[in-house]
């Protein structure tokens, strides 16, 4: 069941500001979708936009297959936890949680049973006394989270809640957040520009640019086949190598560098063409079995703990690779990389060339 459909949507803030441009999207019952792009890419007006808190320029929004653009954003059945915590600094945590249902006329019994009820599944029973300065930032995103929680809504907007938090707090909450999601059963929505959310978060995942969805797809497919240039530079880090080659007869010439396509790629990729080629940094390997070689210089490695990230030079250009920690760090070393491995990406339009459906 599509819960929530944007069609055709459109949003400008002035003469020369297009934040969404053309914007198709069907989000499901029950996904935890996550839209994930850098700063200014229009991610929080997407978000306002199906809150209602602006009015879109054009296009369609409908909720449960009715069309809402009209209604304002408390008759809209989401709640939205925003990057800032803005609580009520004078109000104790049961009074923040309670303060909707307050609102709502609720008897004072089922308020207090509610905010409980929150209270416990977000291990906040020990804080409900204390005011939002006597918590630390994970405690207080919490009850921010709860506060939407509590309205019992069935649709939730999350934009970068994480934000303000420090990196242990943030892989906690994200966990949480999860959680949250499988025992609550409601649609979630999340906004960031941080992909290790994007990619352990999501179910379904949109990568967005200047306004536009460049793709959509599980983390997986993301990852592993990028649309086009820029989800294959944004999605991954350290980020994918990219090197301009041309393809000729089943030969790809970088530089002054050629290697022989595989036997059974063969034919695929066989019309000449300008292609920038991709390699992710965990894809180059030491031993040489497969069927490109790279000869590179190694500039400088860093200690990651359990690997190295080496950075080191290929045909003038910058490569960064993932090392074990035993991998010799010479000045000069070979490394290969499985044909399957490497990425095309036509160099006009940046998008993806498939070698399967080269065929
Ligand atoms: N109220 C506004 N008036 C004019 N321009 C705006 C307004 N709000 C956003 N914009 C512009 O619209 C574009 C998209 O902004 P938006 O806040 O949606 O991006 P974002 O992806 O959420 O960025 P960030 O990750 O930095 O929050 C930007 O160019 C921004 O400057």
């Known amino acids: 069941m599509v819960q929530l459909s944007l069609k055709n949507i459109q949003k400008q803030y002035n003469e020369s500001i297009i934040a969404i441009n053309n914007v198709n999207l069907e989000i499901e019952d ?5 839209i994930v792009g850098p700063s200014g890419c229009g991610k929080s007006t997407l978000l306002k936009l199906i809150a209602g808190l602006e009015p879109v320029t054009d296009g369609e929004i409908y909720f449960n297959r009715q069309l809402i653009n009209h209604l304002p954003p408390q008759k809209r059945d989401v709640a939205m936890v925003f990057q800032n915590y803005a609580l009520y600094p004078h109000l104790t945590v049961f009074d923040n949680l309670a303060f909707t249902l307050k ?3 609720i008897p004072k019994q089922e308020i207090k049973q509610r905010v409980e009820s929150i209270a416990s ?3 906040l029973q020990l804080y409900l006394h204390k005011k939002p300065h006597e918590l630390s930032g994970g405690q207080c995103q919490r009850v921010v989270i709860g506060r939407a929680i509590i309205r019992q809504p069935s649709f939730f907007l999350m934009d970068e809640p ?13 966990v949480e957040i999860t959680k949250l999601h499988k025992e609550l059963e409601s649609t979630f929505l999340y906004v960031t520009h941080d992909q290790t959310e994007a990619l352990t978060m999501a179910t379904r995942l949109v990568v967005m640019n200047e306004g536009t969805i460049q793709q959509v797809g599980s983390p997986e497919e993301v990852y592993n086949k990028p649309s086009n ?11 994918m190598n990219f090197f301009e080659a041309t393809i000729n007869e089943n030969v790809i010439q970088i530089g002054e560098n050629s290697f022989e396509i595989p036997d059974k790629h063969r034919g695929k990729l066989q019309n000449k063409r300008e292609v920038i080629i991709g390699i992710r940094p965990e894809h180059f390997h030491l031993n040489l079995t497969h069927s490109i070689i790279f000869h590179v210089n190694i500039d400088r490695s860093e200690f990651m703990g359990t690997e190295n990230y080496v950075y080191a030079t290929y045909n003038n250009q910058p490569l960064i690779t993932r ?3 035993n991998a010799p760090l010479l ?5 290969s990389v499985q044909m399957e491995h490497v990425h095309f990406f036509d160099k006009e339009t940046t998008n993806r060339i498939s070698i399967e459906e080269c065929r």
């Open 229 to 239: 240039l820029f989800v294959a530079g944004f999605i991954g880090s350290p980020p």
């Open 30 to 34: 029950k996904e935890f979708l996550v």
């Open 331 to 335: 000045n000069s070393i070979q490394l």
């Open 103 to 105: 609102r709502s006329k």
């Open 162 to 174: 994480l934000s303000n938090l420090d990196a242990q707090l943030r892989l906690q909450m994200r």
């Open 121 to 123: 599944m977000l291990n």
């Open 323 to 325: 090392l074990p920690l």
